[in-house]
C-alpha cells in the first residue's frame, strides 16, 4: 500500500481531541520512522472505528512493521461508504487493492461520491486500480469523467486503450493509444502496448517515433526500458532481427539494476517446499449457496500458454475467467500474518505449520461465490501459482489444477521480450531466467510425485496440433461437457488482462515456435542450461 503521506488527507475525519497525537504519528511515517510512528500509533487505536483517516493511517503504519493481519482489519474498518473526500477515498482502495479486497472495493466505490473530484490523476488512478481488480466498468466511467473535464488527458486514454486490449478489442484499443501519444509522445508504456501489437507495416514509422522521444527517457530509467523493449518488438516485426536484440538487450540491462532478482532466494524457497510439511486438516464442506464455486487453477511460467486454456475454459457457459490475481497468495498472507508482493515467499512457508487453512478456504470460496456471478467453476490463472500447489491440494481437495507446459526455450524467449515489472524479476536476464525454468521444472515434477494423477498436463504443442482433443480432456477433467464453441478464441466477452491479451483472439497460433530462432547465436547461455532438460516432446516427469 502506498505510505499515507503520499495523500494530503482530509483531517475532518480525525477528533479535535486526537489531531495532535494524528499529525505526529503521520510526521513519524514521513520520516520512515516506523517504531516512532507505531508508537504513535498505539494511542490511536482505540478510535479506528470512528474515524477513516485513523484508520487508513494505522493500516498503513502496521503493514509497514509486518503486522498484517491487523493491518487488513484496521483498512477494513475505514472501508465503509460513503467516503466523503476523494483523496481519503483513493487511499482506501490503494489499501483494498494491496489487500485484494474487490467485493469490498467495489462496494466502497459505488457507495461513495467520486464523482465530484475534478483531479485528473485521481480519476486515473482509482480507474486503474478498479480495472486491475477487474472492475472494467467502473473504471471506465473514471475515465470518462476524467475525459469529460480534460478530452486530451494522456493517461486516461492510455488506460482505456489497455483495457480494450484486455477485452480484446483491437481497434479500439490502438485507437485510444494513439490519442495517448498525440497528447503524449514520450508516454513509454504506451509505445509498448503498441509493439506488442505491431504489424510490419505499423512497425517502419512506430520505431520513427520512438526514436525520436527516446533520448528524452533518463538513461537507466523504467521509461527507458520500455522505449528498449518496444524498439525491439518493432525491429522484429520488420525483420531486423541484429537492431532488435540489441534494443532488446539495452532494456534487460535497464530491468536487471530495477529488478534486484537474487537467485539465491527462489533456489531456498524450492527446497522449503519441497520439505514443506502441513499439518492435519479436514476441509469443511463447500458453501451450499448457489451450489458452491469450484476453482481451476491454471499454472505454468508466464508465457507459456496460461491465457489460451483460459480461454477455451471461459467458452464454457459454466465457467467464468476470473483472471490473474493474487487472491490465493493474499489468503495465504492474512492466514500467515506475513506481507510478501510475491505468489509466496519463505516466510509463509516456514509459517504454514500454524496456518489456519480453513479461514483460507472459506475466504478463497467466498471470492469465488462472488466473482463467478453463479456459474459452477472459475478459473485463477497466475501462473506463479505453480509455487501454491501444495497449498492448493491441502486446503482445496475438489479444486482443479491445471499446467500448461510449452517448450523451454519457446517458453524462455517469449519471457525474455516481456516486461513484468516485479512479477518476474528473472525474466531479464538468461542465465537467470533458464535457471529459474528448471526449478519452476523441478517443483511441478515434486508435486506431480506428491499428487500423481491430481495436476492435468497439457503441453502446448499437442494443444496447437490438436485442440479439439485437447480441450475435450481439459473439459472432461473439469467435468464439463465438450462444446465446440470453446475453441472460438475470437468471440465477445470476458477480458485477459495478461501480455498475451494482444493475440490470445487472433485464434490458435501455430507459428509461434520459431520466434526465436533468428537469435540462436546471442541466446547462447541460455540454450546451455536449458539443454539439460528432457529433449522437446519428451515427459518431464
Known amino acids: ?3 499515507i503521506t503520499d495523500v494530503d488527507i482530509d483531517r475532518n475525519g480525525v477528533p479535535p481531541a486526537l489531531r495532535a497525537v494524528y499529525e505526529q504519528a503521520r510526521g513519524h511515517a514521513a520520516q520512515g520512522n516506523w517504531h516512532r510512528a507505531a508508537e504513535a500509533v498505539a494511542l490511536l487505536r482505540s478510535d479506528v472505528t470512528d474515524s477513516v483517516p485513523i ?11 509486518g503486522q498484517y493481519r491487523d493491518a487488513h482489519a484496521a483498512l477494513l474498518e475505514a472501508a465503509r461508504p460513503p467516503i466523503d473526500s476523494p483523496e481519503l477515498l483513493l487511499q482506501v482502495v490503494r489499501g483494498l487493492k494491496r489487500f485484494e479486497e474487490p467485493e469490498l472495493l467495489k462496494k466502497l466505490v459505488e457507495g461513495s461520491d467520486w464523482r465530484k473530484t475534478r483531479s485528473l490523476p485521481h480519476l486515473a488512478e482509482l480507474a486503474q486500480h478498479l480495472g486491475m481488480s477487474g472492475l472494467y466498468e467502473l473504471a471506465e466511467d473514471c475515465l470518462s469523467q476524467a475525459l469529460e473535464i480534460a478530452p486530451d488527458y494522456a493517461d486516461a486514454h492510455y488506460l482505456r486503450g489497455l483495457f480494450e486490449m484486455f477485452s480484446g478489442h483491437k ?11 498525440e497528447a503524449n509522445p514520450g508516454m513509454a508504456n504506451a509505445h509498448w502496448l503498441l509493439s506488442m501489437q505491431e504489424s510490419e507495416q505499423s512497425a517502419r514509422s512506430h520505431v520513427d517515433e520512438i526514436r525520436r522521444v527516446l533520448p528524452a527517457a533518463a538513461p537507466g530509467s523504467e521509461a527507458r526500458a520500455y522505449f528498449d523493449y518496444s524498439l525491439h518488438h518493432s525491429l522484429h516485426a520488420m525483420g531486423r532481427y541484429e537492431e532488435a536484440w540489441q534494443a532488446l538487450e539495452r532494456g534487460h540491462a535497464t530491468m536487471r539494476r530495477l529488478a534486484g532478482y537474487r537467485p539465491g532466494e527462489q533456489h531456498a524457497l524450492v527446497e522449503s517446499l519441497e520439505r514443506m510439511a502441513l499439518p492435519s486438516y ?10 458452491g464455486t469450484g476453482l481451476i487453477f491454471i499454472v505454468g511460467m508466464f508465457r507459456s500458454g496460461t491465457t489460451l486454456i483460459e480461454r477455451v475454459l471461459a467458452g464454457h457457459p459454466d465457467v467464468t475467467d476470473g483472471g490473474e490475481t ?5 489468503c495465504l498472507r492474512q492466514a500467515a500474518d506475513h506481507d510478501t508482493f510475491d505468489a509466496v515467499d519463505g516466510s509463509v512457508v516456514s509459517r504454514a505449520a500454524t496456518i489456519d487453512f480453513d479461514a483460507v478456504r472459506q475466504r478463497m470460496h467466498a471470492y469465488a461465490h462472488w466473482r463467478a456471478q453463479g456459474r459452477r467453476w472459475l478459473t485463477e490463472k ?3 501459482n505453480f509455487l501454491n500447489v501444495g497449498f492448493i491440494l491441502h486446503a482445496f481437495p475438489e479444486a482443479r489444477i491445471v499446467h500448461m507446459r510449452r517448450d523451454p526455450v519457446e517458453t524462455c524467449f517469449s ?43 497439457i503441453d502446448y504443442a499437442e494443444f496447437v496440433g490438436n485442440p479439439t482433443i485437447q480441450a475435450r480432456r481439459l473439459l472432461e477433467y473439469c467435468d464439463l461437457e465438450f462444446l465446440p464453441s470453446v475453441l472460438d478464441l475470437d468471440r465477445q466477452g470476458g477480458a485477459s488482462a495478461t501480455a498475451s491479451a494482444a493475440h490470445v483472439r487472433n485464434g490458435i497460433l501455430k507459428d ?13 547461455p541460455m540454450l546451455e542450461i536449458l539443454s539439460s532438460l528432457p529433449a522437446n516432446g519428451a515427459n518431464p516427469y
Not at 484508520?55 to 512493521?65: E, M
Not at 509461434?512 to 547462447?524: A, D, G, K, N, S
Request: aromatic share 10%; glycine share 4%; hydrophobic share 40%.
Open 171 to 181: 481497434k479500439e484499443s490502438t485507437t485510444s493509444i494513439r490519442r495517448a501519444l
Open 415 to 457: 519471457n525474455l521480450r516481456t516486461i513484468f515489472r516485479g512479477a518476474a524479476p528473472y525474466a531479464c536476464d538468461q542465465r537467470a531466467l533458464a535457471d529459474y525454468f528448471l526449478l519452476y521444472r523441478r517443483l511441478m515434477a515434486h508435486w506431480n510425485t506428491v499428487a500423481p494423477g491430481r495436476i492435468l498436463e
Open 382 to 384: 497466475l501462473p506463479s
Open 512 to 524: 509461434r515456435h520459431t520466434q526465436w530462432v533468428p537469435y540462436e547465436r546471442h541466446l547462447r
Open 326 to 330: 493474487y487472491q490465493l497468495s493474499a
Open 55 to 65: 484508520a487508513t493511517l494505522v493500516s498503513t503504519i502496521l503493514l509497514q512493521r
Open 282 to 291: 479436514e476441509p469443511s464442506p463447500m458453501p451450499e449457496s448457489g451450489g
Open 1 to 3: 500500500m502506498v505510505p
